[in-house]
């Protein structure tokens, strides 16, 4: 059983893996539909705040409960590392 089945994302924040959807980094996420996402996800109440700082990065996340978008202070590559367990 591979033990590694939660991502920490920074704060006291642990998601599963098998939610995530994708992993984006905020510099480059800027296009018009990422704005709009973001409104309608934040009208919505899914935008959840992992950050104690400038957010770098956003995980999108599905499960039965419903969708969440993660704001974390981590990279992508950070994230990266810790999704490969490094």
């Keep these: 059983m591979n033990k590694n089945i939660y991502l920490h994302i920074g704060q006291d924040f642990m998601i599963k ?10 510099d480059n996420a800027s296009g018009a539909g990422t704005k709009a996402f973001f409104r309608r996800a ?3 109440g899914l935008v ?8 770098r990065s956003f995980t999108v996340c599905t499960t039965a409960a ?4 993660y ?16």
């Design 66 to 69: 419903g969708d969440a978008v």
């Design 71 to 86: 704001l974390s202070q981590l990279s992508t590559a950070a994230l990266s590392r810790r999704w490969n367990g490094e």
């Design 17 to 26: 893996k098998h939610s995530v959807v994708g992993i984006f980094d905020m």
């Design 42 to 44: 934040q009208r919505e």
């Design 48 to 55: 959840v705040d992992a950050s104690d700082d400038i957010p």
